[in-house]
């Protein structure tokens, strides 16, 4: 490697590891919101990814495991993933990552000494610990008033981690609109299923309500890959009659997140959703028809990313952001990734972490911050390479822009 190329790799190195992220899609939780934040090397072994990994080696019946405490999920998962085959898988080597990272030793495959460090940590202590160790800035949750546990703990107004963001989830009312609408009803919102009479002010009311009442950076939904706009149906409905005026009027983006299929095996409960690739024409129809609304894409199909990038390419209200699920693989990472540096610059949003136990924050981003960045020397590379010389300083900027300041400017517009 020449001088000229060695200096590249040291400032985007640097850059990259020295850069506060901000991520923007996890399902964190404050401590304030008690044992909705999971953390800890048994919540971390028992991650729906592992889960599903696990039963293609075990015969048990699902309902078996699903039985066992968590520790004893633990231990099964343990030796099925880690002792009895090598732990390659990204979910794996990622609790190795979260384990080392702690400066656990994992040479000693001792998962009792790594329960023991944990044993002894307190909650708010790890938070501070994981976000030096991961160099977060800040993270946006993923809050739902409709999640019968978190509802009521917003209801008592709690004192917040400022490193903490919420982002409003609205899955139940667009996706299963005939069993939301009894329960608005419920709160004091009145609306029928049927959408007669003040449905859809009163619609527009809860999504004002509960925008103000979490301070939402953003509005966020997961679609199956059936998700069409425009459409004769509920969710299209509230969509343009609800979310897109009330979204605009706070000046908040619309998250689009398309190509869930629920629960394809419902035996594997979170793990049992699988992908299906969705049609980018929605988004297309909603930035083109809504060009003073703000919208955020993500897609869970690989094939649906070279459409994706082309779309943000014609539509400045549209940014595109992470790998998500099951894109957030090295292999994936890095494609999709170069991608979208080929195609749209620095205009885009590379990563979240998408992170449901605390300690996922080390593995998630140390793994990607590698990825980002070898793909970051490669692009400054070729520019070297026509004689155009960047700056330790602009090097600093680009990866400070990907990393956080495009989301933040893009909530500002
Ligand atoms: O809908 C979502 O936000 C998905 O990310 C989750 O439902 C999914 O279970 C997940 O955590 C994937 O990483
Ligand atoms: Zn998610």
Known sequence: MNQKDQSIRSMVESAVRATKITDIHTHLYTPAFGGLL???????????????????????????????????????IWKTLFIDHSPISELCRGVLTVLDGCGLDVSTRNLKAFRAYFDGMKVEEYVDKVFETANLESVVMTNDPFDDLERPVWMKNPALDARFHAALRVDPLLNSWEDAAPRLKSWGYNVDSGFSGATMGEVRRFLTDWIDRIDALYLAVSLPPTFAMPEDSARARLIEECIIPVCREKGIPFAMMIGVKKLVNPELRLAGDSVGKGSIESAEYL???????KFMLTMLSRENMHEMCIAARKFRNLMIFGCWWFLNNPSLIEEITRMRFELLGESMIPQHSDSRVLDQLIYKWVHSRKIIGDVLVDKYTDLAETGWQVSNEEIRRDVADIFGRNFWRFLER
């Open 38 to 76: 999971l953390w800890g090397v048994d919540e971390l072994l028992t991650y729906h990814y592992l889960v599903a990994e696990t039963m293609r080696w075990v015969d048990m019946p699902y309902n078996d495991f699903w039985a066992m405490s968590k520790r004893d999920q633990a231990d099964l």
């Open 287 to 293: 930035c083109a028809k809504y060009p003073q609304n």
